[in-house]
T-cell receptor
Framework: GAVVSQHPSWVICKSGTSVKIECRSL??????MFWYRQFPKQSLMLMAT?????????EQGVEKDKFLINHASLTLSTLTVTSAHPEDSSFYIC????????????FGPGTRLTVT | GENVEQHPSTLSVQEGDSAVIKCTYS??????FPWYKQELGKRPQLIID?????GEKKDQRIAVTLNKTAKHFSLHITETQPEDSAVYFC??????????FGAGTTVTVRA
C-alpha cells in the first residue's frame, strides 16, 4: 500500500515552453502533497505544499507564477513549470501525506526535467 | 524555519564495519525525524524514523538515537554491506509536517 506515482518519469522540453507533471496517490487519499526539487548531488528542497481544494503554499524564493500547482482532488496534484529555462532542469519529486496520525510522507519516483 | 545540518558529507567504511551519520536541527518544535536512503535517480526511501517522545529506535541493523535537549539525532548502521552504499538524508519536521532535509551523506561500503 501507500503508492505514489508521477508522470512523466522524464521529459525534455524547449526553453520557453511549459511542462506539466502529475503526482497521484494510488491507494490512499492524500490530505497534503508536497513538491520538491533536487539538483544533482544536492538535497531535496521543498518548493510548495498543496492541500486539496486550496491554494498552494510556496516556500520562500519559489516563484508561484512560474511553478503552478493544482491539487484538484485527494489523489492528484499537478506541477506546471511555465516558460521553462535551462536553469529549471532538475529532478522534481512529489510526496503525499495521508494524515490519520501518521507523519510519514510517501514519495513519488520523481520526474527528470531537461530544458534545452 | 527549520535548519538541519548533516555530517559527514561522505563516509567510506569497510564491509562489516559500522557507519554513523549525525544531524542537528534548530527548531525545538520539531517532533518527527525520518531517515531516507536514496539511490541515484530514485525516490527517497524511508529506512527508519523516530518521534520526539522516543530516545532510540532500532530495526535490525539500523538504529536511530535522538537527543532533544541537544537537538541532535544520529543514524547507526551496523554490519554494513555493499548494498548499503547510497546517499542518506536526515530530515526534521515541525507540527505542520513539512520536512526539512539535511544535505546528505554519501556512504560507500568497500568490499
Amino acid at each position: 500500500g501507500a503508492v505514489v506515482s508521477q508522470h512523466p518519469s522524464w521529459v525534455i522540453c524547449k526553453s520557453g515552453t511549459s511542462v506539466k507533471i502529475e503526482c497521484r496517490s494510488l491507494d490512499f487519499q492524500a490530505t497534503t502533497m508536497f513538491w520538491y526539487r533536487q539538483f544533482p548531488k544536492q538535497s531535496l528542497m521543498l518548493m510548495a505544499t498543496s492541500n486539496e481544494g486550496s491554494k498552494a503554499t510556496y516556500e520562500q524564493g519559489v516563484e508561484k507564477d512560474k511553478f503552478l500547482i493544482n491539487h484538484a482532488s485527494l489523489t492528484l496534484s499537478t506541477l506546471t513549470v511555465t516558460s521553462a529555462h535551462p536553469e529549471d532542469s532538475s529532478f522534481y519529486i512529489c510526496s503525499a501525506y495521508e494524515g490519520r496520525g501518521s507523519y510519514e510522507q510517501y514519495f513519488g519516483p520523481g520526474t527528470r526535467l531537461t530544458v534545452t | 524555519g527549520e535548519n538541519v545540518e548533516q555530517h559527514p558529507s561522505t563516509l567510506s567504511v569497510q564491509e562489516g564495519d559500522s557507519a554513523v551519520i549525525k544531524c542537528t536541527y534548530s527548531d525545538s518544535a520539531s517532533n518527527y525525524f525520518p531517515w531516507y536512503k536514496q539511490e541515484l535517480g530514485k525516490r527517497p526511501q524511508l529506512i527508519i524514523d523516530i518521534r520526539s517522545n522516543v530516545g532510540e529506535k532500532k530495526d535490525q541493523r539500523i538504529a536511530v538515537t535522538l537527543n532533544k535537549t541537544a537537538k541532535h539525532f544520529s543514524l547507526h548502521i551496523t554490519e554494513t554491506q555493499p548494498e548499503d552504499s547510497a546517499v542518506y538524508f536526515c530530515a526534521a519536521s515541525p507540527n505542520d509536517y513539512k520536512l526539512s532535509f539535511g544535505a546528505g551523506t554519501t556512504v560507500t561500503v568497500r568490499a
